[in-house]
């Protein structure tokens, strides 16, 4: 069973980056498709938000409107981990970061796609 560790987050002034990792404690992460998801201040663990999606099956990594052109999701099978490098932030990207993973071959965009999450890292952008 896989288990899921973020870091990277903090505090920011708007305008400015982070980058998150989530690292993974299994050997075959490679075959495992891999998703951000963030849940803002005052929501409920079932309104997470959908922030970015990779594949291990194909070429698919689908974004969020809210976040394309400002961040990037990508992977390092070698090291088991994955990232989303967050430029030009704003205000609104003010939430924890969970990263998930599932066997299946796409990218799901619902909570109910992902058997395995991590516990989460706190992103805060001051304006």
């Known amino acids: 069973q896989i288990q899921l560790a973020e870091s990277g987050g903090g505090w920011v002034q708007a305008g400015g980056s982070l980058r998150l990792a989530c690292a993974a404690s299994?050997?075959?992460?490679?075959?495992?498709?891999m998703t951000w998801f963030r849940q803002a201040p005052g929501k409920e663990r079932e309104e997470r938000e959908f922030?970015?999606?990779?594949?291990?099956?194909?070429?698919?990594?689908p974004y969020a409107a809210s976040v394309k052109g400002r961040f990037t999701i990508s992977r390092d099978n070698a090291k088991n981990t994955l990232y989303l490098q967050m430029n030009n932030l704003k205000p609104e990207d003010t939430a924890v970061y969970y990263c998930?993973?599932?066997?299946?071959?796409?990218?799901?965009?619902?909570?109910?796609?992902?058997?395995?999450w991590g516990q989460g890292t706190q992103v805060t952008v001051s304006s």
């Open positions: 998930a993973a599932s066997r299946r071959p796409n990218v799901g965009l619902t909570l109910a796609t992902y058997d395995w």
């Open positions: 922030v970015a999606g990779i594949s291990w099956a194909n070429d698919n990594t």
């Open positions: 299994d050997n075959t992460f490679r075959y495992y498709t």
